[in-house]
């Protein structure tokens, strides 16, 4: 009665969305994904060869004024236990990110949304003068891109393994996989589990109370939100993103 019962629960999985991929973005059409705070993409998004870009030469004349958020999200539904998988690229000293749990509402999902940090690892600090910003957290060598900052991190919160990490270069596609529970976070890159945490656990809540976010009471407290993507100034590109609800 008991294997029945176990096999009749893992057929009706099945035949759930929850094990079913929602295409968030499928090369076609930009429904459902807008500004931070606002009701379109902010100039600068579009679709280019079948690929969601960021490029600055798409900012148009008319644009120059704007002032809302260019971090964007995927508003149609917000997402609580989920896989998550997307492929992307950055050009050299290229910076994003992907926010999950995001609410809206404040100055930028930063402040409130775990981010599965995108960065040139190689490039970044040879680029951009990082000394300054990292003293402030008491960097040994603040030059340099510290661990919490790189390609794969929990930024400012848990780091990759980097034996295990795989980061393909700037300008090359890599794909990314974050795996979500209540129990365990999981975050993949290139086919490889970089780094895992429990959120909300002890652990978790002393690294948010002595570090970075120590002065963002609301940081990571959501259980449920949005998907998104961090403008930072860079050019950006992202393709196959699909979510699988858990």
């Not at 998004?45 to 120059?64: N, R, V």
């Not at 970044?124 to 603040?142: C, Q, R, T, V, W």
């Not at 129990?183 to 945490?197: A, C, D, M, Q, T």
Request: with cysteine.
């Amino acid at each position: 009665m008991l294997s029945a019962l176990v096999m009749c629960t893992f057929s009706s999985c099945k035949e759930t969305p929850y094990s079913e991929w929602i295409h968030l973005f499928d090369g076609t059409s930009t429904e459902g994904w807008r500004a931070y705070n606002g009701d379109a993409l902010p100039p600068g998004w579009a679709i280019k060869d079948s690929i969601l870009t960021f490029h600055t030469e798409q900012i148009l004349e008319e644009d120059y004024d704007y002032k809302g958020s260019r971090d964007i999200i995927y508003g149609v539904e917000e997402f609580e236990n989920f896989e998550l998988y997307v492929e992307w690229k950055i050009p050299e000293g290229g910076n994003s990110g992907i926010f999950y749990h995001i609410k809206e509402g404040y100055e930028g999902p930063h402040m409130i949304a775990p981010e599965y940090q995108l960065i040139d690892d190689q490039n970044y600090a040879k680029i951009h003068d990082l000394k300054a910003y990292n003293e402030s957290f008491g960097a040994l060598e603040p030059e340099k891109l510290q661990d919490w900052q790189s390609t794969a991190a929990d930024y400012a919160m848990h780091t990759p393994d980097t034996a295990e990490k795989v980061l393909h270069p700037a300008g090359q596609w890599n794909s990314t996989k974050i795996v979500f529970s209540t129990e365990r976070v999981e975050h993949w890159l290139n086919g490889e589990k970089v780094l895992y945490f429990v959120p909300w656990s002890g652990d978790w809540y002393k690294k948010r109370d002595s570090g970075k976010w120590k002065n963002a009471p609301d940081y990571g407290k959501f259980k449920t939100g949005y998907i998104g993507f961090q403008d930072h100034g860079s050019d950006l590109w992202f393709r196959n993103i699909k979510i699988k609800k858990m």
